[in-house]
Structures are given as C-alpha cells and as structure tokens.
C-alpha cells in the first residue's frame, strides 16, 4: 500500500531523512520508534506531502504521489493524526466531525449551503462521537475537551474523513493513563476495521502490543525493520539509545 | 558640474541615512517603518531651531540627533514588546503620526507650506552656499559616520543583534539583554537618521511633510534590501547604484508630474525583483511548520 | 449635544466603509498569515478603474461594475501568484516587503495614468442630502450603509454555514491539520483573496462616491484598515468589523465633539487611527475583542 523508496531531505546543511526506504502492505500495522532528531515526524510530514524530498520517490497504492500537494494526498486516503493537537479548537466538536466528512467534496461544491446535508451529515457525525463516547459534548467548543479527548476526536475525525492509511504521531503523548486505554483500543479498532496503520511511539512495550512490525530510525534512515520481539532484543537498538554497550 | 556636485551631497546624506537603517533592519531585522519619521524629525529640528531660534550648526546637529534618538526610545517602549506582524504595523503607525503632525500641527511645523529660508551652516568663516564646500562638509560627516558605523558592525554589540534576529529566544537564553540592544541599536539608528535630516535641511533650505512620507521610506528601504540587509558594503554600492539609476530619467522629455512617479515605480520593481531573487536567503526563517 | 446622531450616522458610514476594507484583509490575514499593505491601493486602483469605466468612458452603472469585477479578480489572482505565493513559505517579512512593492507600484501607476490630481465619482447634483428624524444623509450614504450589512451578512453566512466556511475557519486555525482533511490551502486562499479584493475595491468605489479619489489614499486607508484588525484581534474577522465601526466612531467624535470649547481640527482624523493602533499595542495587543491570553 505504502512505499517508500531511498527519500532523502535536507533543509539547508541538515540532513534530515537519508535515503530512508521501506514498504507497509495493505492492513498492517506498524511502529516507528528512534531518538530525538532521528527523523520521525519529518517522515510524517514528507509522506502527508508537507515536505518534498530532494532524491527518493513515494508510492501509495501503487501511485507515486511523490510531487503531490498534500490535500490530494489526503483525498487519495493518507490520513494524519499529529503530534501538536490537529483539532480545530474554535469549531465544536461536532462541527470538527462534519468538517472531516465534507473533506472531500469539491471546492464549488462547497459553496453551496444545503440545511438538508447538514442536518445528515450533523446526524452521521454523532455517531463518531458515540463510537468515543463524547456525544454529550457535541456542542461543546473542541478546545474545552482533555488532551485525550481531542486525540480521540482527531482520531475519529480522520476515520469520519475516509483515511486508508493512518499516520498517528505520538498518540497518547500527553494523554492521560486513564484515557491512554481509549486511545488504544481506538487504535485496535481501526486495525480491526483493515485500516493501514503507522505509529510513532516513545514507548516501545506500547507499541509492542499492536505492532506486527517495529522500524526503527536514526539520523534519518531506516536501521532495524523486523518484529518487536527481535528489535526489542536487538544490540544496535540498544546501541543508538544508550551508545555502545562496548565494555 | 554643479549638477554632479548636487547629486554627490544628495549620495553623502542617504549613506548616512540608509547605513544607519542598515543598523536596526540589516543586522538586527527590526523592521523599524518609523526610520524616516527619525530623519523628517532631525530635518525639522534643525528646521526649527535655525530659523526660529538662531541657533548654529552644531547645536541644531546635536539637537536633531538627540531628538531623533529619544524619538526611537518612544518607538521601542512600545513596539520591542511585539512580535514580528505587529512590530512592523506598529511602526508603520509611528510614522503615518508623525507624517499626520506634520501636516496638522500648523502652529509648529507650518503644515504643508513647509519651512522655507533655513541658512547653510556657518562657521570658521567658510561660505556654505558654495555647494562644494557644503560638499566637504556633508561628504566628510558622511565618511566619518562610516567609519564609525563599520567599527560598530565589527563589535560583539553588533554580533548579538545578528544573533537576536534569528531566534531571540536563543539569545536571551545566551544572558543578552535583547531589548536593551535593540533599544541601543534603535537609538544609534535614528540619531544618525536625526543626522541625515539635518544635513538635508542645511542643504535644501526648505522642507515639507513631503519629502518625508511613506515613499521616501520605502526608498530607503529599497536601498537597504538591495545592498543586503546587514552588508555594510552592500549597502553603500547600493545608495549610490539607486540614487544615481533614475536621473537619466530627467532627460527624458516628459511631463514633470511623471517623472516622481516613475521613480517611485523603479525603486519599487528593483525592489520587487530583488527579494524575489533572493527570497530563501534574504531573511532568516524564524517560523517552523 | 444635539449633533451626536448626526455624528454616529457619518459613524455608521466610515464605518461601513472601513468594515468592507478590513474584513477582507482579516480573511487574508487568517488564511495566509500576511498583512497584505497594498490593500489600501486595491481599494484606490480598483476605484479608478470604476472611474476610468464610468467617467472617461461614460458606460452605465452595471457594465462598468462587471467590467471592474472582471479586472479586479484577474489582478488580484495576479498579485497572489507574483507578489504573494512565491513567498509564503519563506519569512513573514517577505511577503510584507514585496506588498509593499505592489502597493507602491499600483500607486505609481494610477499616479503616471490618471494623474496626481483629485478625482470624484460623484456628479455633484443628484446626491442631495435627505432629512431623517433631524439626521441629514444622502442616497449614496444609505447605500454605503445597507450595502456593508447586506455584504457583511452574506460573508457570515458564507462562513458559518456553508461547508466552504467551515474549511476557511480550519484552514485560519490550523493549516496542517486542515490539509491532512482534504483542504486545499492554495485554492481557498486564491479565492478569499479575490472576495477581500472584490471588497476593497467596492469599498474604494464607495469612497469615491462620498469623497474623491487620489492616488496616494492607499496608504491611509491600509493603515485603517490595520488599525481596525488591531483593535479587534488579527484574523478575527468579526472583531475586525466591530472595530472598523468603533474607528469610525473615534474619528467622528474626536472631531464633531466640542471638548469644552475645544475641537479638534478636521485634518488629525487619520491620525487617530494611527493614534489607536499604537494605544492598543501598548496596552492590549490581541485585540479588545478577544478573550485575554492568545499567544501573538
């Protein structure tokens, strides 16, 4: 579903991805882990089409999506959950759902106003909110929910939108451990559900729960790429974490 | 002859004044719009002072820089609070305000009639009228100003300023005083800017609100960007290169009310291409995706 | 005192006038995150256009309108795709500096094609004023009025209701996360930005029916314009309007009161504008209109 080839990226002297590659099949689940600065989030941002590599090319389903703006990528069913809340914090949480489900219809036809859609589309987003139990709060400012919450509601408004595929960047980071159980079974739910699933995690045990598969990064490529149980016992993880266990 | 003697006093004051804006904008990026409302106020204090109070060149310098320079510690109490959008709209009320008073404040300023028969400088018995000896005298400040000004970009003051235009928050976690440079770096620039428009009364011998508008700002600001904000050299071969390029113009037969705004149109387009050209380099990037 | 409703009709009017100029700026401002400083010129250039179309070549009112509309949206696609796209990426000042070329330039132009001289749209004759209830106002003010709350409305309509408004209010809040949505940042930008210019230029036509037109207004009026986003809260476009009324109404009064005896002369009303800007900088940044504690 997913692959990506030899990408490189660097801002000025800092190179930030280098010639980082590797494939997600259709339905897998996946974890990206690495120190700080190894590159995680600036993949994220190059997949959703906010960077554009210098070298190296993205395939999505087979189309290479490599030079396309990041709207169409996000049409074509790349879907993102950010690090730094993504919920629109002035809408209400209702209004963010319905935000999502309109995404992809075309900008003239937007500018029509139909009360009948509305009232649908107002109905169909209330049974997102259900599936995160935050109905009650559907008329609610999105700013006044948790942190967790509004991960929850991000996460449930790119399922709303029609994502394929699932960029989750740090999705329990500054939740909390109370919520931390709804976030994932959210996330065990769209694995469920077949969706294409890519997160990046401090937490390795977390990740180790719905991970098939763990890739690890530093300094921009792609060092280990194999099941938690392998990478958890590797020497090289331990090596870019701790430095080397040389005695 | 006189007219190439006319066009090198005109060179001397814009090195001052646009050098001195190098200062503030160049280095420290403070995008400071009130630039010419410190140069409209040297221009009127001298103004003022010389014909109304008889004063002589070196108080009415002196008065003019140390006007302009509390002028800019009145802009930097308020706008070294802001951030970069307001910083710039802030001082670009500043000096629409001082254009307004200008214009408004008819018992000072004489409002659009302008202040006419300011006398040349008069000292050691040297004849000022003669535009080669005011030639020496501005050419000489304007050399001098340099000299000071570049001795100025070599100190650590300056390297800070460099430092706070790209991450402020950087800086003061090195211990700077980063408004305090700013509000040093503000002052030295508009007391030579005070400078400037002192010379530039002793020269014209008349002044009005027109001269200082938001035009002669963008010129200058032209002037600056076209030299590299921050290059010192930069920004003299640009003075001369821009204050010289339109004055072919002139003997081109046109109606003189064109000739102003074509000016206006050229310094705007160099402008324009300018910073297109160089726009990944030109300002630093403070924002982050 | 009894020349207080006559001052906050000319309130309402400025006001009106100056909302129409500013809430495009504050759409532009929320989507792009620039201060566009030629706005105040598209407001003159697109006068003058309606002049050159109405004046010099004498056609009615609504060919001369759709003209002026056609040429305005050209040139304000235009303008975004040479004066302002190429720059957002790189630093705010960038996109304020070349602005400032366009407006400059627009200014130049308009100066070496129609002259520097004054120029008025009105015919003198046919805008006499009208007493209401002891206010005098002429058509053209009632116009001025009603036109800015039709306008206005159907702006809040567009962007409360519609789909499209809500993907304008995701896009000022959160561009990324906006994209990620299926939100094209470029097309909506390219279209707000042609309504604000649409807007500016309707607001200079207004102008130059109740005052006159001359090339160098750009200035003053980009700067009211900034004055009212100021005091409302930049890109709150519904602060920007309150505070394009609450301008017109600081300048109406400081010049129509009598401070006890004292008033003030007719020609500091710009100033206050840019009095207010440097006021609320100093003592409430984000804007009166705005619960307290935004970063800015």
Known sequence: ?247 | MEYVIHLCILISIYLILTQSFNISFGLGLLFNLAHVASYAIGAYATALFATELGANFFECVVVSMLLSGLFSLLIGGISLRLEQDYFAVGTLAFSALVSALLINWKSLTRGVLGIPGIPRPEFLSIDFYNNLNFLFLSGSLAIFVLIILYLLFQTPFARALKAQAESESATKALACNTALICNVSFFISSAFAGLAGSLYAYYINYIDPSSFSLTEMVFILTITVTGRPGSFIGCILATFFLVLLPEPLRFIDMSPGILGPMRQALYATILFVVVYINRRNIFPVKRSV | MDILPQLLVNALITGSIYALASSGLSLTYGLLRILNFAHGHFMMAGAYVFYFFVVEHELALFPAALLTIIAGAIFSFLALKIFIFPFTAFSFFLAFVTTIALGTLLESAVSIVFGVNVKSLSTGASFESIEIGGVYITPVQIIIIASAIILLSLLACVIHKTPFGRRVRALSESEHAAQALGMSKNKISTLCFTVATLFAIYAGVMVGYETNLQPTMGNAYTIKAFAAMILGGLGNIWGTIAGSYLLGLIENLSIGLDFGGYSLPAGYKDAFAFLIILLVLLFRPQGLFVRGGRKF
């Open chain 1, 1 to 247: 579903m997913l692959r990506v080839e030899e990408i490189s990226f660097s801002i000025g002297h800092f190179h930030i991805l280098q010639e980082l590659s590797f494939e997600l099949i259709a339905g897998e689940t996946a974890g990206i882990i690495g120190p700080n600065g190894s590159g995680k989030t600036t993949l994220f941002n190059t997949l959703s089409g906010f960077h554009y590599p210098q070298k190296g090319k993205i395939f999505f389903q087979d189309q290479d999506i490599t030079r396309l703006r990041p709207y169409r990528r996000s049409r074509a069913g790349i879907g993102r959950v950010f690090q730094n809340s993504g919920v629109f914090r002035e809408m209400t949480v209702l209004e963010n759902i319905v935000t999502a489900l309109e995404g992809k219809t075309s900008l003239w036809k937007s500018l029509l106003y139909s009360p009948k859609r509305l009232r649908a589309l107002r109905e169909e987003s209330m049974s997102y909110l259900e599936q995160i139990s935050l109905a009650d709060k559907a008329k609610a400012k999105a700013s006044s929910l948790s942190g967790g919450q509004q991960r929850l509601l991000e996460i449930i408004r790119t399922v709303a939108f029609g994502a394929e595929l699932f960029l989750l960047d740090e999705p329990t980071a500054g939740v909390s451990p109370r919520m931390k159980d709804d976030v994932i079974n959210l996330i065990k739910k769209l694995q469920e559900d077949g969706k294409t699933v890519l997160i990046i995690e401090h937490d390795i045990n977390f990740i180790k729960e719905f991970c098939e598969r763990i890739i690890v990064l530093d300094q921009g490529t792609v060092i280990l790429d194999d099941t938690p149980e392998k990478v958890a016992g590797s020497e090289k993880l331990h090596e870019i974490y701790f430095g080397s266990t040389a005695a």
